[in-house]
């Protein structure tokens, strides 16, 4: 029994040191209570942050060159939060019109000429889509590329044969389908993108692809000249006066898909930055005024590397006939480069030459001399063209 209570009472201590030992440790250092909506409140100010100067431009996919337009864009003029632009890979021409219009958060997209010339005359959209849109500035030329297998060596041998028109909803597949309703030529109608397509034309699938695209098309440039695929001439037939202009795509574009020192002659057609048409007293005015503003202040920062090299043509003042610009980009041209010109008069020895050209140019063709009206229109788009191809004072050379 002596040993037991010895035990017990050694054991005592033990228990007795435990409490006090634990009671020197420090006690936790609480940080002052945070208000319950904090967090809440640190969300808002960072979304009001965030899309206060945001603005959004609908492009294209990767295989066009509208995608890395919009970035080139997004490059130069985003500054912080203080000015973001958005690129949105789209589908088209077409399908951008429709997303100007329609779809939500679209404040601009890229269209061509063709497109709106198309919707305005069958007024899907309205019978007053030129006050429904405006366009900020006129953009570049988009060559037609025709890329056929080995086989075909214009556009009649195509007759029945399956051709890709690009995506569905892009420029490309309007101007195809236009091209060929008014060559009367039967084809096959595929959509889909221009790597794609090629991939098809590898195993036999498709005789050809068709895109009205910026160039060069870095799928293009890609295809391996062993396979033979070539591009073939298109001519400027008098069925595409009104929306078209000729064009040329030299072996340096393609060395794989033309000859050395060949050239393609081909069409174009004039592609744009256009925008919603938004009363001045809208929120969302007031953003794309001040992207206009950032974009045309900075412009000559596009004719510099790593920029597209075609930003040096483009001639942010050029006038789309018909149409109108959006007011914000109108005030900013007016203030920074002056009123606007009315289109080139040229004088009697360019006139001239002007005729000697285009009928040269209709013989070379096989087509007819061409009748007064026609040789009027043409000459009115050759002056609006030379108004987009000349670089105003201030713009990079």
Known sequence: ??????????????????????????PPILRPAQPANLNEQIRDNWKARVNENVTTIISGNPNGGYLGIAYDISAVVDDGDDI??????????????????????????????????????????????????????????????????????????????????SDK????????????AALKIDVKEFNMGQGDAIEMMKRGELDATMCTCL???????????????????VAYDPVFYDDYLPARIPHEDYPNLIPKGGVVSTISVPTLLIAYNWPKSHERYRRIEKFVNAFFSK???????????????????????????????????????GPQKEPVVFNKKMRDAFDIFVTNYAKAAGLKVLPADKREALFAQFTTWWQTQSIPPGASQ
């Open 1 to 26: 029994m002596k040993w037991l209570f010895c035990a017990f009472a050694f054991s005592i201590p033990f228990i007795l040191v435990l409490p006090a030992a634990q009671s020197q440790t420090a």
């Open 169 to 180: 909803g892009s420029g490309a597949q309007l101007s195809s389908q236009e091209i060929f």
């Open 299 to 337: 412009f000559e920062e596009f004719g510099k590397p790593p920029r597209h090299p075609r930003w040096r043509s483009v001639n942010m003042a050029g006038k789309l006939p018909g149409w109108r610009r959006f007011p914000a980009a109108q005030e900013w041209l007016d203030q920074h480069i």
């Open 215 to 233: 160039k060069p098309l870095k799928p293009h440039q890609t295809v391996s000249a062993d396979l033979g695929f070539k591009l073939i001439d």
């Open 84 to 165: 973001r632009v958005l690129p949105i890979i789209g589908k088209g021409a077409v399908q951008n019109l429709k997303d100007v219009l329609f779809l939500r958060g679209v404040d601009m997209g890229l269209v061509n000429t063709v497109t709106l010339s198309y919707f305005r005359k069958n007024g899907e959209f309205g019978t007053n889509l030129e006050e429904q849109v405006a366009y900020i500035t006129m953009l570049f030329q988009d060559e037609l590329h025709v890329l056929v297998r080995p086989e075909i060596n214009s556009l009649q041998d195509l007759a029945g044969k399956r051709v890709n028109f």
